[in-house]
């Protein structure tokens, strides 16, 4: 495929021209649906990094490698970013993942002190 019907066929984020350039949807996504799909992207990425690291835990007993595990996986959430489409304010959901899981973090850490 050309790069020019790449661009061309490419009407939202880097999400949308991926899905259109490997024919798994036919029109462009608009920048909003775009970016709904990129965020749940990126929670199911950073929800699945939890929970191999909980299963690292309960397998190995080692709260260590767990914790390093996560540490390094989660904190690469940002390679989803590129997919955001930049030309509807909803690419701002790509914050609700550090929000959410500092939110977590407060809340076990300090509220239920685990």
Known sequence: MAED????????????????????????LSPL???IAAALLTVAYVRGVMEVGAQIRTKYRQAELSC??????????VIWWPLFDTNHWGW?????????MIMRLVWVAAIKKE
């Open 92 to 100: 701002r959901l790509n914050v609700t993942v550090p929000a959410v």
């Open 68 to 77: 390093k595990f996560i540490h390094l996986c989660a904190c690469s959430f």
């Open 5 to 28: 019907d790449t661009v061309s066929r490419s009407g939202g984020g880097h999400l949308s021209a991926f899905l259109l350039n490997h024919y798994i949807i036919s029109k462009p």
């Open 33 to 35: 649906i775009n970016n």
